[in-house]
Every structure is written in C-alpha cells, then in structure tokens.
C-alpha cells in the first residue's frame, strides 16, 4: 500500500526567504506526482504535475523535483511572499491502478 | 471553462435524512473521485469511478453510494445521514497515464446536526 509523508506538517518563514517542503512516498512505480495548494476553506489547486520520467518541473517562483528511485518530491518556492500562505500537498499516481494517494500536507506561513 | 463542478457548496442534513451531491465535469475525463476531508485531516477515498458505468470503493465507502451514468457526472448518495458525515466533500477528475492532471470541484460543506 502506497504511504504518502509530508514533513514538517507545519512551517513559517519571514518574507523573501526561499523555502523547501518535502514528500516521501513508499511505492516508487509511480506514473505521476503532483503538487497542489490549499487555501483555507478552499478547494485544492493544482501547482505542478510531474511524469514519472521527469526529474523536474517549473512554474514561476516554484520547481518542483522528482527522485523515484529514494521515494522523495521536494516543492521549492523562491522569495516567499504572504500570499504563498496555503496548505500544500502532494499525490502520487501509481500506473494501471487510478487510486491517487495524498500526503497530510505542510501548512505554510509566510510572515511579512 | 468550467472544470469540475460541485454543488450545493453548503448544506445541512438532519440525522436520518438523505441527500445527493452532483458533480460533473465538462474536460471528457474518465477517471472521476469522490473524497472527504476532516478537519485538520488529509484526504480520504470515498468511491472512484474509472468509467461510465463502473465505479469502486475507496477507503471510506461506508454510508455512501455512487452512481455513474455518464462520462460526465457522479453524484454522490448519502443514506441515512449521520453527525460522523459532517465534512468536506471534493469531486475530482483526470485522465488516465502518466500526464493526467488531477483537478478538483471546489468542494461541499455538509454539517449534519
């Protein structure tokens, strides 16, 4: 059964500062990992989505990485800003079997 | 552009009552989910579907049903509402293989009393 860990289920960092949230997962045949964002009370928004034959992807201020081989995605966010303040979360989607499994989420503050 | 969309947004049940929350997509997706989430919770599995006419329990399938008739639409059956149903609701859905992007409905907010 895949397990899905995200550390540390909470963080807060000053304005400006680059940050890194972690995701380890125990199955590494996987097709895919993405990460979304959670705004209180809100529903879930997709930030990146990475194949399973990628290392990496970008979008803005964030990269996401993939290392299958040790289970591990890490979420970098450059120069934080308060808006980036949000519960983030990873899923990981295992090939031929369409049950996607969540972490619990780092809930991130960025304090001006 | 619509996306994947859940309604009601809110809702309260009385114990014993019944409802059915829809969703459905407009992007053609096949694979569609059903999960809940508590708070302070992550995400569990209530029932998938990986096609029309073919759905499947997920981690927490007891008091709930699905139904899926269309590629675009599987509503959600609560029976017999119960206090322990009290959560959030999100619809989700994506393509199948390695590029399929989850996306979800903006969520359900059931108290039951």
């Known amino acids: 059964k895949q397990e899905v860990t995200q550390i540390p289920a909470a963080l807060s960092v000053p304005e400006g500062e680059n940050l890194v949230l972690n995701c380890s997962f125990t199955d590494s045949a996987i097709y895919n990992l993405q990460w979304f964002r959670q705004d209180p009370g809100k529903g879930l928004t997709s930030l990146l989505l990475i194949q399973s034959s990628q290392r990496e992807q970008t979008s803005g201020r964030l990269n996401a990485s993939l290392d299958k081989s040790s289970g591990r995605s890490t979420l970098y966010i450059a120069a934080s800003q308060p808006g980036d303040s949000a519960t983030y979360l990873c899923?990981?989607?295992?090939?031929?079997?369409?049950?996607?499994?969540f972490g619990t989420g780092t809930k991130l503050q960025v304090i001006p | 552009n619509a996306g994947v969309t859940q309604t009601p947004k809110f809702r309260i049940l009385k114990i014993g009552q019944s409802m059915t929350l829809q969703c459905t997509q407009d992007?053609?997706?096949?694979?569609m989910y059903w999960y809940r989430q508590d708070p302070g919770m992550g995400l569990k599995l209530i029932y998938y579907?990986?096609?029309?006419?073919?759905?499947d329990k997920g981690e927490v399938p007891n008091g709930y049903n699905v139904s899926r008739s269309t590629t675009e639409d599987f509503p959600l059956r609560l029976e017999l509402a119960a206090p322990s149903q009290t959560s959030v609701y999100f619809c989700a859905s994506k393509e199948g293989g390695p590029t399929g992007e989850l996306f979800f409905g903006e969520g359900s907010r059931l108290t039951v009393l």
């Open positions: 899923a990981v989607s295992p090939p031929g079997y369409q049950k996607v499994t």
């Open positions: 579907s990986v096609g029309a006419g073919i759905t």
């Open positions: 992007m053609n997706h096949n694979y």
